[in-house]
């Protein structure tokens, strides 16, 4: 392995390598830290092309929204380092597609947290990128992954992994697949909620937050491989499920996970401050849902995939996929519990912001 990759680095022009390690987080491709020889830190990241067909067009939507975003105050845009060739993408000897971008210096990311502060910046970067990317020329934009947080898209795959899946995968899932149904119900109109189409992350979670370690602040969404048009609805409720769960979601202890409404609170008027003039009516108005509909749908995908027998996301052990359905469903019902302060804390937000 390591012998391909530093042919790879070679692609982008790096002779001298002092340092490779593999990052371990991150469910889909394969990430690694690279320090060159003259000491410049790199992120190097081998896309999963199962998963990608066309990385080109991931490609091409990054650097068109890096465009928009070097614009914007207070917002890093992590450079993205050229081939030899001058091309974003390096492909090796076995067909791989790797990328290669600047490290930020002094930078961290957090995969749980309590911190109000923490809670807040999540909000107010997640609004900065929603506010700096609106005058990017969506249809010169890739949509790169159909459908991707659709409803009606995943239950499909929902339902062939039941066909599929063996008798004790089945049997140890009996629990969790008609609380998946019944929620499949819950939710059945949120295909057609006529949302506006903006550029939008996909994959908001806590870590894909960076923050600068001496500040405290935030500087930038990373893992920017998803980003295609789609709906503010799915990019607040993917940072809600990660940022106000208690606990990461894979954590097998369901005891502890909860909402942390107060850093709820906090979030959303980080997220609001930037984006209160933007959203409109309907979008307000999906906001409480979305809170909800983000951790079912990842249920949901982690469910078929465990029935499918773990195609798609990294697992460590057997049941990892089975749990992490768990901890979503679990954070699900937490969520419904507090669903009335949660709609009293959007609906303060957006008298005061809107
Ligand atoms: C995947 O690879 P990673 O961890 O950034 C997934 C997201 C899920 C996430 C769950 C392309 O992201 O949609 O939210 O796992 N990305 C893709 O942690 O499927
Ligand atoms: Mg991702």
């Known amino acids: 392995m390591d012998i391909d990759i530093h042919r790879v680095v070679e692609g982008f022009g790096m002779n001298r390598v002092s340092e490779i390690k593999e990052f371990t987080s991150g469910l889909i491709n394969r990430s690694y830290y690279v320090r060159s020889g003259g000491g410049d830190e790199f992120v190097l990241q081998r896309i999963n092309k199962e998963i990608f067909e066309e990385p080109e067009k991931l490609m091409l939507n990054i650097l068109i929204i890096n465009d928009e975003l070097r614009k914007i105050e207070d917002y890093r845009v992590p450079e993205i380092l050229l081939t030899t060739e001058r091309q974003p993408l390096y492909t090796d000897a076995e067909g791989h597609d790797w990328r290669v971008m600047r490290h930020i210096p002094n930078s961290m990311t957090y995969d749980a947290t309590e911190d109000l502060t923490i809670g807040a910046e999540v909000g107010r970067i997640i609004g900065k990128f929603h506010c700096g990317t609106v005058n990017c020329d969506l249809n010169s934009m890739h949509v790169t992954l159909p459908n991707f947080h659709g409803l009606d898209f995943r239950v ?24 998946v149904e019944q929620l499949i119900e819950y939710f059945s109109s949120v295909d057609h909620l006529e949302l506006p189409t903006r550029v939008t992350h996909n994959d908001t979670k806590l870590n894909n937050v960076l923050f600068d370690r001496s500040s405290g602040k935030a500087l930038c969404l990373i893992d920017l491989d998803t980003i295609m048009p789609g709906h503010i609805f799915h990019d607040f409720g993917d940072a809600v499920r990660t940022l106000c769960n208690a606990v990461q979601e894979g954590d097998p202890n369901l005891e502890a996970v909860e909402f942390q409404h107060r850093l709820f609170v906090e979030f959303l008027q980080g997220y609001v401050s930037q984006t209160g003039g933007l959203l409109t009516d309907k979008e307000w108005d999906s906001l409480p849902l979305s809170i909800e509909y983000m951790p079912f749908i990842m249920a949901v995908r982690f469910l078929t995939d465990y029935l499918f027998g773990d195609r798609y996301y990294k697992v460590d052990f057997p049941d990892q996929n089975l749990i992490r359905c768990q901890n979503q469903l679990k954070f699900i019902s937490e969520l419904r519990r507090k669903r009335d302060e949660i709609k009293q804390s959007i609906e303060a937000a957006r008298k005061a912001f809107s």
């Open 156 to 179: 499909e795959w929902f339902l062939q992994s039941l066909q599929k899946a063996n008798h004790a995968r089945l049997t140890s899932a009996h629990e969790s697949i008609p609380e």
